[in-house]
């Protein structure tokens, strides 16, 4: 079992930036691949970053080159560090853990998830 917690969310001017994290339990940790998600009222949630074991990570068109993730597997932390930040990048944001598998774009291949922070994009 993982248990995910979520921080760093807020609110934010446009062209600001923030840095969320995203702290494990458990430990297999290094060889999980971890991936950031969003998600608006009425919408599906939607992919935002993933990062596998082996750091090979990949991010939506919307986010690439504004968003990076990384990892610090001794501290069992993922974080995503967004700038340039958006007023349509408001939404509350999801860490996901996959147990086996490569960085995937796919919310249904995750097995543990957070429960959210909210980060807020003023115009």
């Known amino acids: 079992q993982v248990q995910l917690v979520e921080s760093g969310g807020g609110l934010v001017q446009a062209g600001g930036s923030l840095r969320l994290s995203c702290v494990a339990s458990?430990?297999?940790?290094?060889?999980?691949?971890m991936g950031w998600f969003r998600q608006t009222p009425g919408k599906e949630r939607e992919f935002v970053a993933a990062?596998?074991?082996?750091?090979?990570?990949t991010s939506s068109d919307s986010v690439k080159g504004r968003f990076t993730i990384s990892r610090d597997n001794a501290k069992n932390t993922v974080y995503l560090q967004m700038n340039i930040l958006k007023p349509e990048d408001t939404a509350v944001y999801y860490c996901?853990?996959?147990?086996?598998?490569?960085?995937?774009?796919?919310?249904?291949?995750?097995?543990?998830w957070g429960q959210g922070t909210q980060v807020t994009v003023s115009s």
């Open positions: 458990g430990r297999s940790f290094s060889r999980n691949t």
């Open positions: 990062i596998s074991w082996s750091n090979r990570n």
């Open positions: 996901a853990a996959r147990e086996w598998g490569a960085a995937s774009w796919l919310k249904t291949e995750y097995d543990y």
